[in-house]
């Protein structure tokens, strides 16, 4: 039986021709992002603004009555509730900060949640209580730090581990592709308004290590090439480069996409944004291994002589005797 190939042998696309209006339009998704994340900022969870969240379904209505269960639980005296749509038109999630002195008693909390939730039920016989969730202002700041530093300590770490394993201009390469995925995908979150908690933390971790191996697949195989093809020009070796490996990419890529297609179609309402998350970064992973971290060893300056070990004079003036006998 015949093997199906997605990718034909000696596939010879010129991914590089594109290059630059490729970047031009990575770097303007890439301003527009930060400009939508600075503007209209990102619909933090529970776990990094504090407070407590809750979470109702109106299992026999279309959608939920946003407007009147505002106005009910404002009239509880704890403040004005922020109250989004969660998953399908009938869910939603009622955040409220935390009321004073929740810090030394939990109790007052759980009190708060417990009169929220009972009124709800009274006032509306459908509704469904899914989750009660509380995180005080101190943990979550804790919980925000943490994750920053996560996220920046894991882009520094891939880029130290390329710098040494290949030279300083793939490790710059590496990290400006990590940015590039990073970037869009808070974009994507900036644009929908989906909650970004420690779920999504967890997906941006997932993104970057598997744009990594998507990079250094391709790195690798530049690397290979420069030493092989010493006087191809560097746009054609990328070239090159990037269709050898061009299989293994699709493949890759394709098979955690039909998974994560399901788990988007049937999957569970709590991981909706986590798989949101890793969609969104297998494409822009794969695009910037192509269009981000190889196009950048142009403009860094990466030659075929990158790769041969500089000789000393010591070693030269032996050579050279080595030679003369």
Not at 76 to 92: A, D, R, S
């Amino acid at each position: 039986m015949k093997l199906l190939k997605l990718i034909p042998d000696h596939t010879n696309i010129h991914f590089l021709r594109w290059r630059v209006p490729f970047y031009v339009a990575s770097l303007v998704l890439m301003a527009l992002s930060i400009t939508l994340v600075a503007t209209r900022g990102l619909n933090m969870g529970v776990d990094f603004v504090g407070g407590q969240m809750i979470r109702v379904t109106f299992t026999q209505s279309a959608a939920a009555p946003v407007a009147a269960l505002r106005e009910e639980v404002t009239a509880l005296g704890y403040g004005e509730p922020i109250i989004q749509q969660f998953g399908k038109p009938n869910e939603v999630s009622i955040r409220m900060k935390l009321p004073e002195g929740s810090d030394k008693d939990a109790g007052l909390a759980d009190a708060m949640a417990k009169r929220i939730t009972g009124d709800i039920k009274v006032r509306h016989a459908d509704v469904r209580v899914d989750g009660v969730d509380s995180v005080s202002g101190k943990v979550s700041k804790e919980l925000g730090w943490t994750a920053f530093k996560a996220l920046g300590l894991a882009a520094l770490a891939v880029a130290a581990y390329i710098w040494i394993r290949f030279e300083w201009q793939f490790g710059v390469g590496a990290l400006f592709a990590l940015v590039h995925d990073v970037t869009l995908t808070l974009g994507l979150f900036a644009v929908t308004q989906m909650e970004f908690d420690l779920n999504i933390v967890a997906a941006l971790l997932t993104l970057i290590g598997y744009s990594l191996n998507d990079t250094i697949v391709v790195y690798d195989r530049i690397r290979e090439n420069l030493k092989k093809y010493r006087k191809m020009p560097l746009p054609e070796l990328l070239d090159l480069s990037v269709n050898e490996t061009l299989a293994r990419t699709i493949v890759t890529s394709l098979s955690m996409l039909i998974t994560l297609v399901a788990l988007l179609l049937l999957g569970p309402d709590v991981i909706f944004g986590f798989t949101a998350a890793i969609t969104l970064g297998i494409f822009v992973g794969t695009y910037s291994s192509i269009y981000m971290a190889a196009p950048i060893l142009i403009w860094l300056k990466v030659t075929p002589s990158s790769f041969v070990p500089t000789e000393s004079a010591l070693e030269k003036q032996e050579r050279l005797a080595r030679e003369q006998s």
